[in-house]
């Protein structure tokens, strides 16, 4: 998919695609996206598979590893225990960080996805994300959206980028001597991790690749009281924390691009006649409502 790049939207790796992007929900979802006019971003723990934000933070920790042996050995000094225990210190607190997700495909009719996110009888609803663009700088300060990596080496490129950029970010101060390299060190690794958890979430391992996944990301939230933003449903044994994405601006209609019904859906005019009437009564532009392609009982 071709992509507008816009690196001066909260991170440089935020991209606007050409083409319609489909989130997978079950009916319920689609009614709460509507209602809400907006879309839910969910805290990462709370995804169908928790592992795939700790796969980029374990990356993370395992190239960090070698970067700082590297460093020392190229500035011949050695970190204390206290010094390592920071790092590690400054690891779990990245680690807790809440960071919110929401996912979308390329493909609108994949039945994985169908299986895995919205059940045979759910939706895939289409997003005009360069119609959206305007709402990322208003009203939904914090949201980055960008695709996955799925190839490792292009994690580990981007791995290399960050710990140049961190290096170039962070100043030592005083003479170059070995207390002051140390505290160096230590910064940019910290300089470092801040960047990974904002990052990784974009990786995913390379068997996921045929999803053609893109993430809508945001780790600007905060639980305490004073951070209302953060909202609580509830789903099966679980108070699930999410945050919303705004759609739209004020006095403007919701819009899809379009709108394809589960392949247990094929033969439900029903179905079809309940969306439609839904959509007009909530005045939700959408042209192109269609089903599933795929046979699937």
């Not at 960090?64 to 970190?79: G, M, Q, R, T, V």
């Not at 980055?144 to 981007?158: D, H």
């Not at 005083?174 to 230590?186: Q, R, S």
């Not at 019904?261 to 309940?274: A, D, E, I, T």
Request: charged share 30%; proline share 3%.
């Amino acid at each position: 998919m071709s992509i507008k790049k816009n690196g001066n939207i909260y991170s440089p790796y935020h991209c606007i695609p050409e083409k319609p992007l489909f989130h997978y929900s079950s009916l319920k979802g689609l009614h709460g996206i509507v209602t809400s006019k907006s879309i839910w971003a969910t805290h990462y723990m709370f995804l169908n598979d928790s592992t795939e934000y700790t796969y980029g933070i374990g990356l993370a920790k395992t190239m960090l590893k070698k970067f700082i042996k590297e460093e020392s050995k190229n500035f011949c000094c050695k970190l204390s225990y206290d010094e390592m225990k920071a790092i590690e210190d400054r690891e779990d607190y990245i680690k807790n960080i809440p960071v919110f997700v929401s996912s979308f495909c390329e493909d609108g009719d994949l039945l994985s996805q169908w299986r895995g996110y919205s059940g045979v009888e759910g939706v895939s609803i289409g997003f005009d994300f360069s119609k959206l663009k305007d709402t990322f700088k208003n009203k939904n300060l914090g949201f980055y959206l960008t695709e996955c990596v799925y190839k490792e080496e292009e994690q580990l490129k981007m791995m290399d980028r960050f710990w140049d950029a961190s290096k170039k970010e962070t100043k030592i101060n005083g003479n170059k001597d070995a207390k002051n390299i140390n505290t160096w060190l230590v910064n940019v690794a910290h300089n470092f991790l801040g960047k990974c958890m904002l990052f990784s979430p974009m990786f995913k391992d390379e068997s996921f690749s045929e999803e053609k996944e893109w993430r809508l990301i945001s780790n600007s939230f905060r639980f305490n009281k004073s951070d209302e933003r953060i909202k609580f449903r509830i789903e099966k044994s679980a108070i699930v924390p999410y945050v919303e994405f705004k759609l739209k601006r004020e006095n403007e209609p919701l819009s899809f691009s379009e709108i394809i019904l589960g392949p247990s859906l094929r033969n439900s005019m029903l179905s079809k006649f309940s969306v439609m009437g839904f959509f007009y009564a909530n005045d939700v532009d959408c042209k192109n409502i269609k089903y599933s392609k795929i046979p699937y009982k």
